[in-house]
């Protein structure tokens, strides 16, 4: 009887810990990779890119390595988090942070996966592979001593922030490997990032109240305020809105009838940041928020149209009114 307990005991043991290394790769984070899809349209619809069976393929395989390398950043986050999270009042229950996790498996499954993932990069092409790359080494510096620039005020969100557009442009090379993606387009994507970042760091803040379990808990708090986060958020949306206008203006000007959406659905997130227990906190878990996703969905059916659909008056209006040669 007492042996049968004890292989009962076991096997539930192993089942648990399994869950909790399957849980650490947080697959339901895959979500992020919406990020992608821009990068994807973009030059199919500026660069006339025909879809063929070839570019579904790149596709297919293109999402399934930005998931390992994505998977294989979550896995070390966990890991080298654990004894932070178990300040935090939610992710105290982390496998991790719970004890669930055992550390050198966690590090097979972390270097594992990004081996995988850029392996399947290789078959789609060089630059797409570089950007897999970068997106990992961004996922080391991000949590690894001696850098660990989630530590760093500022330099948090902006690295973290930065997975953005390493998206972005991972899409871009799964349609063509031949043209780089303009930088105002980089730049908008990475501020946006931020802006949400921001916000994300806001709320998480607002919520813990106690600026000393606040600061123990994640180190970059020690020396943010809800000021200092709001007013940096204001600074990303701003710079985000006029990069995308260097954009809209030099690449595909009817991308202007976009702006109210994308304003509305910055507006939403923002109020959505002050809730308590907020999907800001989460982003994972937006499509909680019925109002932001609606906002969003038609956001991305605006673009999608103004991307395929020539608008002849908008670029008539918007046409200089002055002289390109007049001395200023």
């Known amino acids: 009887m007492r042996a049968s307990t004890t292989v009962r005991a076991s096997t539930h043991l192993l089942h648990v810990r399994l869950r909790a290394h399957l849980a650490i790769i947080r697959l339901d984070h895959s979500i992020k990779n919406i990020f992608v899809v821009p990068g994807i349209l973009i030059p199919l619809s500026i660069l006339k890119v025909s879809f063929t069976r070839g570019l579904a393929k790149n596709i297919v395989i293109g999402f399934i390595a930005v998931t390992l390398i994505a998977c294989s950043n979550y896995v070390v986050n966990e890991v080298l988090d654990a004894p932070f999270d178990r300040l935090h009042p939610k992710k105290k229950s982390r496998p991790a942070a719970q004890g669930l996790v055992n550390a050198t498996i966690a590090y097979v499954q972390w270097i594992v996966m990004m081996i995988a993932g850029l392996a399947l990069s290789w078959t789609i092409s060089r630059p797409f592979t570089f950007a897999a790359a970068a997106l990992w080494?961004?996922?080391?510096?991000?949590?690894?001593?001696?850098?660990?620039?989630?530590?760093?005020?500022?330099?948090?969100v902006l690295t973290e922030s930065i997975n953005?557009?390493?998206?972005?442009?991972?899409?871009?090379?799964?349609?063509?490997?031949?043209?780089?993606?303009?930088?105002?387009?980089?730049?908008?994507?990475?501020?946006?990032?931020?802006?949400?970042?921001?916000?994300?760091?806001?709320?998480?803040?607002?919520?813990?109240?106690?600026?000393?379990?606040?600061?123990?808990?994640?180190?970059?708090?020690?020396?943010?305020?809800?000021?200092?986060?709001?007013?940096?958020?204001?600074?990303?949306?701003?710079?985000?809105?006029?990069?995308?206008?260097?954009?809209?203006?030099?690449?595909?000007?009817?991308?202007?009838?976009?702006?109210?959406?994308?304003?509305?659905?910055?507006?939403?997130?923002?109020?959505?940041a002050f809730n308590q227990d907020s999907a800001a906190q989460n982003p994972e878990k937006l499509y909680r928020e019925p109002v932001f996703m609606i906002e969003t969905v038609l956001t991305v059916l605006v673009i999608v149209a103004l991307l395929c659909f020539n608008v002849p008056p908008i670029g008539r209006l918007f046409s200089p009114t002055v002289p390109m040669n007049a001395a200023w």
């Open 164 to 272: 953005n557009p390493l998206r972005m442009v991972l899409g871009w090379y799964m349609v063509t490997s031949e043209l780089v993606p303009p930088l105002s387009l980089i730049v908008c994507y990475w501020m946006m990032g931020c802006y949400f970042m921001a916000l994300k760091r806001f709320s998480e803040y607002r919520e813990i109240k106690d600026p000393f379990q606040a600061g123990a808990y994640r180190r970059s708090f020690q020396r943010y305020t809800e000021r200092s986060l709001l007013g940096s958020a204001l600074f990303y949306a701003s710079t985000c809105m006029l990069f995308l206008g260097a954009f809209t203006m030099r690449y595909r000007i009817e991308l202007i009838l976009a702006f109210p959406f994308i304003a509305l659905m910055m507006s939403t997130y923002f109020n959505m």
């Open 137 to 156: 080494i961004m996922g080391c510096l991000y949590n690894i001593k001696p850098f660990r620039t989630k530590d760093v005020v500022y330099l948090d």
